[in-house]
């Protein structure tokens, strides 16, 4: 009996975190599904307003760490990209009718285009591995936009797909500011200050174009209870939990499977085309994930072995969808 440890066993830990990641996954594809909802029921403007009010009054506790109060203006610029501009870019994608996979498959690439492209920036060697992943990834990504965009059911027009490019390179320029923080700030300090700027911004848009009054509908509070319930909170604590479990790369390389999972979602709830090709681009975007997530990792002591890139998080510091 000396020997053996009291706690959890290794094998009940392992189908745990099994169990968290799979849900984990679901939560953060609901933020696409969610933002189709809410796309149905009103403008992205008051969705987008409605979502991030009642995070912000929760959250506001959190303002007043004094490490909040000394990254207050990075973490508000970083707010600005890897939250308003990037769920802007996100929700007005899906209101123009690019499909929810789509979209999540062009968000889902943004770590290699961080990896392989930013990684001078921010003192990091890019390997060969890396550039051939990108490569592979974006590859994935123009077969899966070039099949949604000519498919019969699409009703987007062809620049649409221009519009999460844009929210995916938001998310590069958080990268860069988050990873180059001097001062590592608490997580939902961080979240308190990005989801405050974010109703802010979307509020005086919302005013702005007309748009602040919800409507009645039960669907849409069913839309708004979804995204602030399942991608915030669900989403962004199960990435917290399982980045302490197994590590930032393992959770990032799940963020590949996100697209899949949205893809197959928005094919059974909305009628999103999902085709041969499809799953050919889908595929092409996991085997780039693989290439580039058996690349060497930092070492253990490094202060960022332990950081998610701001574009990972829901609010993916990047708090997604």
């Known amino acids: 009996m000396g020997g053996r440890q009291i706690g959890i066993v290794n094998g009940s830990r392992t189908w745990l975190t099994g169990v968290l990641a799979v849900v984990f996954v679901f939560c953060w594809s609901s933020g696409f599904i969610g933002a189709k909802l809410g796309a149905a029921q009103a403008p992205v403007t008051t969705v987008l307003m409605w979502r991030f009010v009642p995070l912000a009054v929760v959250l506001l506790p959190f303002l007043v760490t004094r490490t909040a109060r000394a990254e207050l203006g990075r973490h508000v610029l970083i707010g600005l990209l890897s939250q308003s501009g990037y769920l802007l870019t996100v929700y007005w994608a899906i209101g123009l009718g690019v499909s929810t996979g789509t979209t999540a498959l062009i968000d889902g690439v943004q770590p290699l285009v961080a990896a392989a492209l930013v990684g001078p920036l921010l003192g990091v060697a890019v390997t060969g591995r890396q550039r051939a992943g990108l490569a592979l990834g974006l590859a994935g990504v123009m077969l899966v936009s070039w099949t949604d965009a000519t498919s019969p059911a699409t009703q987007a027009a062809a620049w649409a797909y221009v519009v999460p490019f844009i929210g995916m390179l938001s998310l590069v320029g958080s990268t860069i500011l988050e990873r180059r923080a001097r001062v590592t700030t608490p997580p939902l300090s961080a979240l308190a200050i990005h989801c405050t700027t974010s109703a802010l911004v979307f509020t005086v848009l919302a005013l702005a174009t007309g748009t602040a009054a919800p409507p009645g509908s039960a669907g849409f509070w069913a839309a708004m209870t979804w995204l602030i319930v399942l991608p915030t909170f669900g989403g962004y604590g199960l990435y917290w939990v399982l980045v302490e479990r197994i590590g930032v ?41 693989l290439v580039v997530s058996r690349t060497p990792s930092e070492p253990a002591g490094d202060r960022y072995s332990r950081r998610p890139p701001a574009g990972s998080m829901p609010s993916r510091s990047s708090w997604r969808d």
């Open 249 to 289: 790369t393992p959770v990032n390389s799940l963020m590949f499977l996100i697209a899949p999972v949205t893809s197959v979602w928005g094919a059974a709830m909305f009628g999103e085309p999902l085709t041969l090709i499809t799953v050919a681009g889908l595929t092409l975007a996991l085997v780039a994930a």
